[in-house]
């Protein structure tokens, strides 16, 4: 499944930010939204995107799949359920057990997550002026 990030921003209708879509490799999927957050709307885009085409083989062949994912809130939604019960089984990983069940979770996102966040810190604390004036 294709990568997709989610940044601060207007969800649509900015050409720039349509042009700033261009400056990433075609494979990944990249979002905008207002809390640089995952919500429902980027979940949904996601399962259409993303998820639906790299689990098309088993969509025709109607092979039984499993995808455990979080508690998170958007995860919870009914849009999000209903759009992944059409696709496969869903398990749904109690609080406090993912460093357990998602072990790259825990080893590989959180420490890229970090990594990301200080470079995004930097680059704000070096272009403040810019982003109060929304660029």
């Known amino acids: 499944c294709r990568p997709q990030l989610t940044f601060h921003g207007a969800p649509v209708g900015q050409t720039a930010r ?3 879509r261009q400056e990433y490799h075609t494979g990944v999927n990249v979002l905008f939204n207002k809390a640089a ?3 429902e709307r980027t ?3 996601w399962i259409k995107r993303l998820f639906t085409p790299a689990t098309a083989y088993n969509i025709d062949h109607q092979k039984p799949r499993l995808l455990a994912i979080d508690t998170f809130r958007p995860h919870m939604m009914p849009s999000v359920h209903e759009a992944l019960r059409k696709l496969l089984t869903t398990s749904f990983i109690p ?3 993912t460093s357990y069940l998602q072990p790259l979770d825990v080893a590989l996102n959180q420490p890229l997550k970090a990594l990301v966040k200080l470079v995004a810190d930097r680059h704000y604390a070096e272009h403040t002026k810019d982003w109060k004036k929304g660029r």
């Open 18 to 20: 349509n042009r700033g």
């Open 43 to 45: 979940m949904l885009q």
């Open 95 to 97: 609080g406090g057990c």
């Open 37 to 39: 957050w995952a919500n």
